[in-house]
């Protein structure tokens, strides 16, 4: 389904499901416009009609006449500004508290009803998946210093192997075979990990994996290996690829081994450059077929004792 008749679609099923299109709110005589109106009211002491507007993004005449109707109703009060003698202060009366409490007891009886029948396990999908949609359509964007970096915790094994595959087949058109190599590697990382020699670092933005990188043991002692270092396609340009090379890097280096070697295809322009800028140099090339695709594999080495290699 086009974006467009998804969103059509999903509002269609929303505005329906939590009563939107009724005349009035549970518990209450007002309109959901009106309501938007009282809740900003209740969220600050004083502020004037048009923060609320700009808050709500809400048409100028249609807020005038909502707070017209709350003060003839004794639900509002107002009084010119010390500061600004042409701004006028709304603030909720007693009445009107009285009100946005039963509005709020109302709505938020009606939405635990909705929610009541789901298992905690839908609850919580539930408000990851709406707390996602107000993510993606925020304004603000989002920048290096939203990123955090954090150990390995329970299902991040299981999401980067599925993450990794699916960004894969989208970019470069690999197929499961791919999604196979990545949870034999993981599932021997977790069988045998080494803490003394091993390591993993997972990005996040907010609580969503922004990306992730491995430090794993080789059968030589001074010989570590960086592998599968992803980067989500929102959090690119962000830094975030170099700094995850970068905490294994240094990992590596607290754990005295002498080289870092890594494997990766041509095609992976991006992490190429993060490598060269990391100081690794390509060792050499041999042609493949993997993944569905006639591929270039790559050698890379970081020689860890040499002077001036990325500190």
């Given amino acids: 389904m086009p974006i467009v008749e998804q969103v059509r679609s999903f509002n269609r099923f929303y505005t329906r499901e939590i009563g939107l299109l009724a005349k009035h709110l549970p518990e209450s005589n007002l309109t959901l416009a009106e309501a938007r109106v009282l809740y900003e009211l209740a969220q600050a002491r004083e502020q004037t009609a048009a923060a609320i507007i700009r808050t709500l993004n809400m048409d100028k005449a249609h807020v005038s006449r909502i707070v017209a109707r709350f003060r003839n109703a004794g639900l509002l009060k107002s ?143 001074g010989v570590g290996k960086l592998r599968l270092l992803y980067v989500e396609p929102a959090a690119r340009g962000l830094g975030v690829g170099s700094r995850l090379v970068h905490l294994c890097v240094e990992r590596a280096r607290e754990l005295r081994y002498q080289k870092l070697i890594l494997w990766t295809n041509d095609v992976l322009v991006s992490a190429r450059k993060i490598y060269q800028a990391a100081g690794f140099t390509l060792l050499e090339e041999n042609r493949h077929r993997s993944f569905g695709k006639d591929l270039v594999g790559q050698n890379w080495v970081l020689d860890l004792q040499k002077p001036g290699s990325v500190q």
């Fill in 79 to 221: 009084r010119v500004s010390p500061e600004h003698g042409k701004q006028m202060l709304l603030s909720l009366t007693v009445a009107g508290r009285r009100a946005f409490r039963k509005l709020n007891a109302g709505t938020a009886a009606q939405i635990e009803a909705l929610v009541e029948p789901l298992t905690l396990e839908n609850r919580q999908r539930l408000a990851r998946n709406m707390q996602e949609i107000q993510d993606v359509l925020k304004v603000k964007p989002t920048s290096a210093q939203d990123v955090q970096f954090r150990p390995l915790k329970v299902g991040d094994l299981g999401w980067i192997t599925h993450r990794q595959a699916i960004l894969y087949h989208r970019e470069y058109g690999w197929d499961w075979t791919y999604e196979g190599l990545v949870s034999q590697i993981l599932g021997n990382f977790c069988a045998q990990f080494d803490a003394t020699r091993e390591d993993a670092w997972v990005a996040e933005i907010g609580d969503q994996v922004a990306g992730s990188v491995f430090l794993m043991k080789t059968d030589d002692p």
